[in-house]
């Protein structure tokens, strides 16, 4: 047995109001079938307490309710002590804690009001004596750092406003009392409302740590443009040790020749960071073999952060885009199913990150031009060529002052091309074909002006009115061949998410990279690691 003294004045860090939030959750009725008898701990404090507890560190009405609710639920009955010291799921949390503030590098959870208990802890000492004010003060402080910690590792820093980083997908909603109750009562697993992805981009990062600390990698250098496999070069061993850092050459051969395993291993690298898989070594690909792994650090942590905004599991079928892999992911049963190429919203025209429901499938659209297309390239087009309208398979069908309304006839050269897929929204964003079927070949696919064309939109029509038994494929291609337009409403809304991901590990275990095509990393790196 060993007595420690634990916080004798507590007011520093829980001064403030964290979590400020619109309304005040409701608070739980008080259970009080919990008594001394049936409880798993003999020691109770008294809801005066509690209240004096709150009212000293002036937390919001949030955060109080907060309090109150979880104390009502356990009739009062301390959640992290029993008389002679911690409780194991005190142990748990305190080393999930730990464990995040490693892996997130996010000092801010660092409480040092906490530094005795910890110290105790990682001494191995669970069992001790303790006064009943420090033990009162300590059980009330665990719980309001559960909370912190709560918002932040499982919703992410809400000092970040992810509408000024152009993310407009709402932030993920966290009941931080049900988790802290999930806590008592399990494991610890079940605690955790985060997605499978972030879990196994978390697990990919401790592992970039451990070739942080052995010194991460050399850049490489090629000796000629591009190298190809039966080449010899001092380089090719170079290239065979940094590919054995990420996994993808797995064979003990430090020589300088260029093999066949090399290859395949080239490949599965280039499939991973979204090139060319050709099994060629060239600028591309030595461009991403030499950014640094503390670069590939910060980059992953980004991403974590981001997938703390969305929801911990989603059910049932849904289409997710990811804008800078140029790819949408459809999901049946939440499992994934195929994979589509898509072309995404250049530089000057960024697809909007955001979700909806997709309600609707036009067969052989119109094309309603925008109005900023319509004086920009078009009313230069009639300018310089009066048939353009004509020659374009466009109607001009009113005026909005001395701009035209024009929009694109259904045909083969329908800008829109043969069925879009309409998610109603603000930003005037959907899914469509497009007879520009050339785009497709590119690795890097951003062109339009912020919709999504899709490489294969007949198979994802099947996809959505499979469960129509009248929208056969035969039928699917008749409406999108007729040249007149026709809408289709879905029996069942689909979410769609349209998402900015340049780091995960895919469904296949594979960690991949892409390139921050729009700008947000750099600036969401500027927030996250200031004074860095």
Request: aromatic content about 12%; some cysteine.
């Amino acid at each position: 047995m060993r007595h420690i003294s634990i916080w004798v004045c507590i007011t520093l860090l829980f001064s403030c109001n964290p979590g400020d939030q619109p309304a005040a959750p409701p608070v739980e009725e008080r259970d009080t079938t919990i008594t001394v008898e049936n409880a798993y701990s003999e020691l109770f404090l008294d809801s005066l307490s509690l209240e004096h507890f709150v009212s000293a560190h002036t937390f919001n009405e949030t955060f109080a309710n907060q309090f109150r609710s979880f104390y009502n639920t356990r009739n009062y009955q301390y959640a992290w002590f029993v008389p002679d010291g911690l409780t194991e799921q005190a142990l748990n949390f305190l080393n999930r804690q730990s464990d995040y503030i490693s892996y997130s590098k996010d000092s801010s959870l660092q409480n040092p009001l906490l530094k005795p208990l910890l110290d105790t802890v990682s001494q191995g000492v669970t069992k001790f004596r303790i006064s009943d004010s420090d033990r009162l003060n300590a059980e009330l402080m665990l719980t309001a750092q559960f909370f912190r910690f709560a918002e932040k590792a499982f919703a992410g820093d809400t000092s970040l406003d992810v509408s000024s980083l152009k993310w407009y997908i709402p932030r993920k909603k966290i009941d931080v009392v049900a988790a802290l109750d999930s806590l008592m009562k399990g494991s610890g697993e079940a605690y955790e409302p985060l997605n499978a992805y972030y879990k196994r981009l978390k697990a990919a990062l401790i592992q970039y740590y451990q070739v942080e600390k052995l010194g991460g990698w050399r850049p490489v250098k090629l000796e000629k443009k591009s190298m190809r496999q039966g080449d010899t070069a001092t380089v090719i061993t170079e290239i065979k040790k940094r590919l054995s850092y990420t996994g993808d050459f797995t064979l003990q051969d430090s020589s300088s020749l260029f093999t066949d395993s090399l290859t395949e291993a080239v490949k599965r690298f280039q499939y991973r960071y979204g090139l060319t898989t050709d099994g060629v070594i060239g600028e591309s690909m030595v461009k991403e073999l030499n950014k640094p792994v503390e670069q590939r650090i910060r980059q992953m942590l980004i991403n974590l952060e981001r997938m703390r905004w969305v929801p911990e599991d989603i059910r049932g079928d849904y289409l997710l885009v990811n804008i800078p892999e140029f790819k949408l992911h459809i999901f049946e049963n939440a499992v994934p199913i195929r994979h589509m190429d898509v072309v995404v919203g250049s530089g000057q025209h960024n697809t909007v990150i955001f979700s909806g429901d997709l309600k609707y499938v036009v067969f052989s659209p119109y094309w309603n031009v925008p109005a900023s297309i319509v004086k920009n390239e078009i009313m230069p087009g009639i300018q310089r060529n009066p048939g353009y309208i004509k020659a374009h398979n466009m109607e001009i069908t009113g005026y909005a002052g001395n701009i035209p309304v024009v929009r694109q006839k259904p045909g083969p050269n329908n800008s829109l091309g043969r069925v879009k897929f309409l998610f109603p929204n603000n930003y005037n964003i959907y899914m469509h074909d497009t007879p520009a079927r050339s785009l497709f070949g590119e690795t890097r696919r951003a062109f339009s002006h912020g919709c999504i064309r899709l490489a294969e939109p007949e198979w994802l029509a099947r996809f959505l009115l499979r469960n129509d038994s009248t929208w056969t494929q035969d039928a699917i291609r008749k409406a999108m061949l007729a040249n007149k337009e026709r809408t289709v409403t879905l029996k069942q809304p689909i979410p769609v998410f349209i998402g900015y991901f340049t780091a995960w590990v895919d469904s296949k275990g594979q960690l991949n990279f892409r390139n921050d095509v729009y700008g947000h990393d750099a600036k969401m790196e500027k927030l996250m690691f200031k004074g860095e």
